[in-house]
């Protein structure tokens, strides 16, 4: 069964930088497309930044330049890498793998960024 533990979010200022985490078991991040979403108060989910196993990264136009997805296969793990933080990222962030056409999340971690 496949389980994903974000970790990273907090409180920070705006201009500031976050790395978050999601550590993967029961599947391989290297192997399976891995995203990071978020949702914020009153809105609905959204992709931020998708990893598929070949490598190939995608991005919403609202995080390009400033947020960067990446993984540590030995770790099994993906990152989010937010610089430039504006408070219109404040949102949770969840991380998701898609695994032989079933989508898994963890439990989010939460980003707040103060202006």
């Known amino acids: 069964q496949v389980q994903l533990v974000e970790s990273g979010g907090g409180l920070v200022q705006a201009g500031e930088s976050l790395r978050l985490s999601c550590a993967a078991s029961?599947?391989?991040?290297?192997?399976?497309?891995m995203g990071w979403y978020r949702q914020a108060p009153g809105r609905q989910r959204e992709l931020v930044a998708s990893m598929a196993s070949l490598g190939r990264t995608t991005y919403a136009d609202s995080v390009k330049g400033r947020f960067t997805i990446s993984r540590d296969s030995a770790k099994n793990t993906v990152y989010l890498q937010m610089n430039s933080l504006k408070p219109e990222d404040t949102a949770i962030y969840y991380c998701?793998?898609?695994?032989?056409?079933?989508?898994?999340w963890g439990q989010g971690t939460q980003v707040t960024v103060s202006s």
């Open positions: 029961g599947g391989f991040v290297s192997l399976n497309t």
């Open positions: 998701r793998m898609l695994k032989g056409g079933y989508e898994y």
